[in-house]
């Protein structure tokens, strides 16, 4: 079955703390994508991050970084320093070699000034 | 650059009426999504065109539901007749390579169905 998995409904934090966001996906195929897309209050979604099943290596864009685990079939997203700004929710995606792109369910961020 | 345009953003309509959802998708882009988003069901894809042929409509919940895209800029999808589960947020969604490609989303219309 294909499946992404996003166990964190909501999560409230202070500003400048640190935050991880967890993605755990399941999928038969060797070859898939996975997504993280933030959909801030204004409603639409703005992807952030690809990476696709064969590049392990982790990425770091500014204050957010990415940990991709195949061991563990886990894509987290960790945002370092946070800000006001960031809160929205934030959406991993799995897309495989049938043209499928699977949604998690999302994660709430609230950042607290 | 603008980006993909929704229209309207809002729409409240009775049971059993028609209603039509637009789109425009960022020029040079040759993919289309359309994508639904509710509560219960997260964001599930409806249909998704290439080069204004419609590729994938697995998504499409039923009869009720059709999409139309009738030239590279313009795209609708019409829900007739409507009812209240159809009740979310529409999504219309391109990219210039397909949907291994980044997604740009619109912001999206919030159809509410009394």
């Known amino acids: 079955a294909q499946k992404v998995t996003q166990a964190q409904t909501e999560i409230s934090v202070v500003e400048k703390e640190d935050v991880t966001l967890d993605c755990v996906y399941e999928t038969r195929d060797t070859t898939y994508y996975l997504f993280w897309y933030k959909q801030p209050p204004s409603g639409e979604l703005v992807f952030l991050i690809r990476r696709n099943s064969f590049d392990e290596q982790n990425e770091i864009s500014g204050r957010y970084s990415w940990n991709f685990q195949k061991s563990t079939s886990s894509f987290n997203f960790t945002i370092t320093a946070s800000q006001v700004v960031d809160s929205a929710v934030y959406f991993c995606a799995l897309l495989n070699r049938d043209d499928k792109i699977i949604f998690g369910k999302g994660t709430r961020l609230h950042i607290l000034p | 650059d603008a980006g993909v345009i929704q229209s309207p953003r809002h729409e409240v309509t009775e049971m059993g009426q028609e209603v039509t959802l637009r789109c425009k998708p960022i020029?040079?882009?040759?993919?289309l999504f359309w994508y639904r988003q509710t509560m219960m069901r997260g964001l599930e894809l409806l249909i998704y065109f290439n080069n204004n042929v419609p590729i994938d409509d697995s998504g499409m919940p039923e009869d009720r539901f059709s999409a139309k895209m009738p030239n590279a800029s313009f795209s609708t999808l019409k829900i007739q007749p409507s009812e209240p589960r159809d009740s979310a947020v529409y999504f219309c969604?391109?990219?210039?390579?397909?949907?291994?490609?980044?997604?740009?989303f619109g912001n999206g219309t919030r159809l509410t169905v009394t």
């Open positions: 969604a391109s990219s210039r390579q397909g949907i291994y490609s980044p997604l740009h």
């Open positions: 020029s040079g882009h040759d993919y």
